[in-house]
């Protein structure tokens, strides 16, 4: 494992808004425009002071678009998790809000776009107390799973009205109970399906959630595939735990779908799975100060590969690749949510970003992060992976005949080292900002 030291300076500061959890950040593009909003699900009871008006009396969903605040929806009590995709409408997205009190409101965004709050069109009591919200996009009408704090894991079902006036509602379909607390719902890809749904569970376990049933005990109960934790014995078995599925990496096999596990105490795992098996990659053991919280998956170098990335209470953040390699980016400033994604700051421009919401009630967006790789690559860490590049550059040196020759001629003959640009530029492009450097 290696772990390189980062500095990120661009970054846009929303002041005024903040979330206590990760559940209340969601990527999404919600006005079907092609360019990638920030939702944000804010609670905020004010100033203690009762001279002062609060800033946001009662819950509130938040919308930003380039950075810059764009629609909101007050007075909607307590928020505990945002989500959006298609839901109500199998051509434009919906947005989900869930609240603490069995709440749950559905926005249409793409509606009178210069009105500065999305409509609503739907309103309904479900259950109280929701953690986190997913919608399984899919053809037509759509599900939406919901887990709460009782350990229940929830499937409804989008059933369209045949009105204006009546657009639709949300059904119960299915119900799990799990063993323990869930952190994190996410979606999983494997070879034989699709939008497999996954829980979190405590000490690093995660259970698959089929949409199907079983007999037990001569009741009908619905399919629940758990995987234990795979635990050091010094480990504690009830650590909060977070999960993200269907991570797109590069394998000797070629592209193949990957689970990220993160452990509050600072463990990682990177897992491959399915409903029969599971299988550690590779586990590493961080050295943080405080709780880890808000796993998130997206695509830092631009290769298409997605990148795992998590914080920590004092902003530390984390960034892994499929090799074990660390980026390791200090915030320098306490933390109670995060996420990372793809978000627009102009138009027509998605790029990466890494999203907080910190203890000083701002939300910070860190973007233009230009990172080409996630290791501290060289020439000759290059040329040990790739032999036959090696050879070839024998070739190309023309008398040269070993390593320590070519160095050696890079380091000490100015021609030659700008002759080699050509060759390294096009079958090592990634070395270009730094190049020659060993």
């Not at 300076?9 to 209340?24: F, G, K, L, W």
């Not at 029969?276 to 919280?293: A, D, H, M, R, Y």
């Not at 000759?380 to 992976?385: I, S």
Request: aromatic share 10%; net charge negative.
């Amino acid at each position: 494992m290696q772990i390189r030291n980062i500095t990120f300076v661009d970054r846009i500061e929303i002041p005024n808004a903040t979330t206590t959890t990760s559940t209340n950040l969601y990527l999404y593009d919600v006005d079907n425009d092609g360019d990638v909003e920030l939702l944000v699900g804010h609670w905020d009871l004010g100033e203690l002071d009762p001279g002062h008006e609060p800033i946001c009396p009662n819950g509130s969903l938040l919308i930003f678009k380039y950075g810059k605040m764009w629609k909101s929806y007050r007075d909607l009590n307590m928020v505990t998790c945002v989500t959006a995709g298609l839901l109500c409408f199998s051509d434009k997205p919906s947005v989900v809000v869930l609240c603490a009190d069995s709440g749950c409101y559905i926005f249409d965004a793409t509606v009178n776009t210069s009105d500065s709050q999305p409509k609503l069109i739907h309103t309904q009591q479900i259950a109280c107390n929701a953690k986190d919200a997913r919608i399984l996009e899919g053809d037509g009408s759509c599900d939406v799973v919901v887990a709460y704090s009782d350990r229940i894991v929830r499937l409804y079902k989008w059933v369209p009205g045949n009105s204006e006036a009546n657009l639709g509602e949300l059904v119960l379909l299915i119900k799990w109970e799990l063993a323990g607390q869930i952190s994190r719902i996410s979606l999983h890809s494997t070879p034989d399906q699709n939008n497999l749904m996954l829980a979190s569970q405590p000490g690093g376990g995660f259970a698959f959630l089929p949409k199907k049933f079983e007999s037990y005990d001569g009741r009908v109960c619905p399919t629940l595939v758990y995987h234990p934790p795979k635990q050091a014995p010094h480990q504690n078995s009830e650590t909060r735990t977070w999960i993200v599925g269907d991570l797109k990496t590069r394998s000797h096999n070629g592209i193949e779908r990957t689970i990220g596990i993160c452990l509050a105490d600072g463990t990682m795992h990177l897992v491959t799975a399915d409903l029969q098996k599971s299988e550690t990659i590779w586990t590493v053991n961080l050295p943080v100060n405080g709780e880890l919280f808000g796993l998130s998956k997206f695509d830092l170098t631009g290769d298409g590969i997605d990148e795992l990335a998590v914080c920590c209470w004092d902003g530390s953040t984390y960034i892994f690749n499929y090799d074990r390699d660390v980026l390791h980016f200090p915030l320098a400033q306490s933390c109670q949510a995060f996420t990372a994604g793809s978000m627009a700051t102009s138009p027509g421009r998605n790029e990466p970003v890494l999203i907080y919401s910190t203890c000083q009630r701002s939300i910070l967006i860190y973007y233009n992060l230009d990172v080409q790789s996630i290791p501290a690559y060289s020439l000759m860490l290059a040329l040990n992976k790739r032999k036959d590049l090696l050879e070839r550059l024998k070739e190309f040196s023309g008398n040269c005949k070993t390593t320590d020759c070519i160095i050696s001629r890079v380091q000490y003959n100015a021609s030659f080292s700008l002759n080699l640009r050509p060759f390294i530029f096009e079958h090592l492009g990634f070395l270009k900002p730094i190049f020659p450097v060993f």
